[in-house]
């Protein structure tokens, strides 16, 4: 008759034989002339997709409200964009990238050059949106006066190019001064204030 002990040290043999013998036939499904098996799986990235461009209308949506929260600006202008054709069709000469329209009804509209606008660096965006709205929130006139140095005195000036090329050294001036008010004096409607990349401006009216 086995003694405790003895049966003890036997069901611990069998133990250890069973699951040896369940280890050597459960893994021998998984592998293949002796090779451990291959796994593969694919983490979840971590890296964030780059940001979607913004469209030509919500850039133009993000300069109009830093406009009103720089100046506490309120306004519904229609503000939006129309091809060459139609911002050059009163001639003059020059690209026309920008147009502020007074009608005698009070209402107000601005177009920009969907044309220009992709070819335009953020500056000259910049400051074409803060131009045209000078003419309808400000009502100010084109101003093209210059220092000795060449520097237009104004964010009013008729010409983009010459105001994005000062800006940056004179921002806070141009900015100060752009709320300023120096009302149109002209009051035939509807008045066209045409804004160029380059040429001359011209008020039609």
Aim: charged letters at 20%; hydrophobic letters at 35%; aromatic letters at 14%.
């Amino acid at each position: 008759m086995l003694k405790k002990d003895q049966i003890k040290n036997l069901l611990h043999v069998h133990a250890v034989f069973s699951i040896s013998l369940f280890l050597f036939t459960g893994c021998g499904d998984f592998k293949k002339d002796g090779n451990a098996p291959s796994m593969s799986f694919e983490l979840p990235s971590t890296t964030t997709p780059p940001a979607a461009a913004p469209t030509k209308e919500e850039e133009l949506a993000q300069l109009t409200l830093a406009f009103k929260t720089r100046y506490t600006a309120s306004f519904s202008y229609v503000i939006d964009f129309k091809p060459s054709s139609y911002m050059n069709s009163g001639g003059g000469g020059g690209t026309v990238v920008g147009v502020c329209e007074v009608y005698s009804d009070g209402s107000k509209q601005i177009h920009m050059n969907q044309d220009w606008w992709p070819t335009a660096t953020q500056l000259k965006k910049m400051v074409l949106a803060f131009h045209e709205l000078g003419h309808c929130y400000f009502q100010r006139a084109h101003d093209s006066r210059t220092y000795s140095g060449g520097r237009p005195y104004s964010m009013m000036n008729p010409i983009v190019d010459p105001v994005a090329f000062y800006f940056s050294a004179y921002s806070a001036y141009y900015l100060d001064e752009l709320k300023n008010p120096m009302a149109l004096s002209i009051q035939n409607y509807p008045i066209t204030y045409k804004t160029y990349s380059d040429g001359f401006c011209d008020e039609e009216f």
